[in-house]
Each structure stands twice: as C-alpha cells, then as structure tokens.
C-alpha cells in the first residue's frame, strides 16, 4: 500500500505495531481527480482507512491488520453457513 501511495506522489509513513501497520501520507493542498483514484485504490486494500483534515491541512491514513485471514471470502463475509 505504501507503495501505491507513493507511485501516486504522496510520501507515505508507515508505522509497524504487534497487530497492526499503520499508514499515513500528507495530502497537497490541491489533489486532481486522478491522484484521488490512485490514493482511493490503494486505500482499499486496508482493514480500515480514513481522510483527517485539521488547520495544519489533510492526511489519509489506513491500518491492516498482521494476522492473515484464512481465506478472503472469510474476511468479507462470504461462505459463511447460517
């Protein structure tokens, strides 16, 4: 991810936890429509994400969890029996 956010001109932060990375990049004042898609891409691989705009300007940031699920279907509720 930080990677994708780099390709799309931002200069990502990346902070490891026990359970967790987290990432972050300081957005430019003026984003055109095609960063936006690259940043929003890249964002959607995260377990949770989000966009912080305070008087010091803007930031998107993501988290993703270090345990591998079993499988993706898990993850995004499908497969699972009633």
Do not use: K
């Not at 359970?19 to 890249?42: C, F, K, N, Q």
């Not at 912080?52 to 345990?67: C, I, Q, Y």
């Amino acid at each position: 991810m930080a990677a994708r956010l780099s390709a799309a001109g931002l200069a990502p932060h990346t902070t490891d936890h026990a359970d967790l990375t987290y990432i972050e990049a300081e957005l430019p004042g003026l984003v055109d429509v095609e960063t936006w898609r690259e940043v929003l891409a890249a964002l959607e691989e995260a377990d949770c994400f989000g966009l912080v705009t305070s008087a010091n300007g803007r930031r998107v940031w993501a988290a993703l969890g270090n345990e591998a699920p079993a499988t993706v279907d898990a993850v995004r509720g499908h497969g699972l029996q009633p």
